[in-house]
């Protein structure tokens, strides 16, 4: 057997002995500071990473490290409080893991969220943005061997995001009365914080927001076939090289948490339609 494959094997079986054999129809992936929305699963079931086989200790800030099932929207989900990151050191295969876990548990639906810094001149401080599209500048999360049980050698990412998810959630935004921005996610390795330099090279490429997450999950979720949608917070904007100007990592966490419950109520509206 594939040693990736019995790790993957292993720890699905450790959380389906959790869930009673129900199977959630969305996997949820909360970002730094986005751990809110955990609080609103009913009849909470928690597992921490640490306690699954194969999994290690998620040590980015602001990410709990917990699995977390139970009804949201009045669906069955799991939620994943934090991720893990490349710059956290973990092989690729690490990073994607708990998706691919999350996919053979039966999920149908992907809803990815981070916190990200902007280099659009219209996006402010706190704005959430739909992302339509993305660029890859982290190692893809397939190469190597194909896991043929999981999709195809060469998947399309034609439309990595659902269309019709994105039109749903417009409508939800619209009718809750929240600006929903859209646009084009860069993901780079970190775990520095991009240059002024670096902002005005992504904003050429076409690129909207920046950040150290999302496009591997998305990547191995298509592969598989899962329907993909994903959020942004925007904690930071891009800035001029100045003495007075830090990027701080506690400052991004407080300000995605004061957007989190925009975002929650959003994604729990969205879950209820499925």
């Known amino acids: 057997m594939n040693k990736r494959v019995g790790i993957i094997e292993d720890a699905v079986a450790f959380l389906s002995s959790w869930l009673d054999g129900r199977k959630p129809v969305a996997g949820i992936i909360l970002g730094s500071g986005l751990g809110q929305l955990a609080e609103e699963i009913q009849d909470p079931i928690v597992v921490p990473y640490v306690m699954v086989p194969g999994f290690p200790a998620a040590t980015a800030v602001g990410h709990k490290g917990n699995f977390i099932c139970g009804k949201l929207g009045g669906k069955f989900i799991i939620a994943m409080q934090g991720r893990y990151h490349y710059y956290e050191g973990y092989p690729m295969d690490t990073v994607v893991l ?144 100045t003495d007075d100007y830090i990027t701080d990592e506690n400052e991004i966490v407080r300000q995605a948490d004061l957007a989190s419950r925009k975002m929650t109520g959003l994604f729990r509206s969205l879950i209820s339609t499925l």
């Not at 890859?136 to 999360?141: D, F, G, I, K, M």
Request: proline letters at 6%; aromatic letters at 8%.
């Open 98 to 241: 708990p998706i691919r876990v999350m996919i053979k548990l039966g999920i149908k639906y992907l809803f990815v969220s981070n916190a990200t810094g902007a280099m659009n001149k219209s996006f402010n401080i706190g704005d959430l943005m739909l992302i339509r599209d993305h660029i890859n500048l982290l190692p893809n999360p397939l190469i190597g061997p194909n896991l043929d049980d999981f999709g195809p050698r060469f998947p399309d990412m034609t439309c990595a995001y659902d269309l019709k998810l994105q039109e749903k959630m417009l409508a939800i935004a619209a009718k809750q009365g929240v600006e929903l921005k859209r646009g084009i996610y860069v993901s780079c390795s970190g775990p520095t914080y991009e240059t002024p330099a670096e902002y005005a090279f992504y904003a050429s490429m076409g690129a909207d927001n920046v950040g150290m997450s999302v496009t591997p999950e998305v990547i191995v979720a298509r592969h598989a076939g899962i329907r993909v949608l994903g959020m942004s917070v925007i904690t930071d904007v891009a800035h001029e090289a």
